[in-house]
């Protein structure tokens, strides 16, 4: 089966930093991917990594670790309009096919 | 179109009744998927579509849900007979491999589909 965890609910502050963990046992594995949901809209997608290593995009990195089964999203300078879901997924298939596997998302609140 | 497109909206059935989502992907990507996301949790796998092929169907929940993607654009899935239980927000993606093997998966804003 496959198994991806992240924590539910984090709260932080506007200005701070904040990193949010996904763990994942899966029987395939051809990449990572974060995504940002804001209820009642479409996950936006934030970050893909398959190699070793982190990630940077402006204020949103990713990092990936394939031998710990692990990975996570680190968000700097935060702001309002940053609380959100995130989704944590990995593309899970073989054979050149696609299917990704999601966490529960984790719920971030940012508080002034 | 510039995103995924999906219709409609929203969507109030009655139990029993069928229903039929449409997914407008990305122009030229071959990949497509629908993902159902129901409240609080994260989406789950349906189905996947390589062009015209369907590849995957083993998240479809039961034989009254079925996809289609005849000329390997437009896709529609369909919910024969629905329950309480369809009730749920229905997610398509689509993608397009890089050459350098890289992956960005695309959603559209769903079709939230309520069962009464």
């Known amino acids: ?112 | 179109g510039a995103g995924v497109s999906q219709s409609p909206r929203y969507k109030v059935a009655k139990r029993g009744q069928d229903v039929a989502l449409r997914c407008d992907p990305i122009s030229g990507h071959v990949s497509l998927f629908w993902y159902q996301q129901a409240l609080g949790q994260g989406p789950e796998f349906l189905t996947y579509f390589q062009n015209e092929a369907q590849l995957d169907k083993s998240g479809l929940p039961s034989d009254r849900f079925f996809a289609e993607r005849p000329e390997g654009s437009v896709s529609t899935l369909k919910i024969q007979r629905t329950q309480q239980e369809d009730s749920a927000v229905y997610l398509c993606a689509s993608s397009a491999r890089t050459p350098e093997g890289g992956n960005t998966i695309y959603f559209g804003e769903g079709s939230w589909l309520t069962v009464v």
Not at chain 1, 20 to 41: P, R
Not at chain 1, 100 to 105: E, I, R, V
Request: charged share 15%; hydrophobic share 35%.
């Open chain 1, 1 to 112: 089966g496959q198994n991806i965890d992240q924590p539910t609910e984090m709260t932080a502050t506007e200005g701070a930093i904040v990193q949010i963990n996904c763990t994942y046992q899966t029987s395939g594995f051809n990449g990572l991917f974060w995504y940002q949901q804001h209820a009642g809209e479409a996950p936006t997608f934030l970050s893909y990594n398959v190699l070793d290593g982190l990630e940077e995009k402006g204020r949103f990195s990713s990092f990936l670790s394939r031998s710990k089964g692990y990975s996570y999203l680190l968000l700097k300078e935060l702001q309002m309009k940053d609380s959100a879901s995130y989704l944590c997924a990995v593309d899970v298939a073989n054979f050149g096919n696609e299917k990704l596997t999601f966490g529960t998302g984790t719920r971030l609140t940012i508080i002034p």
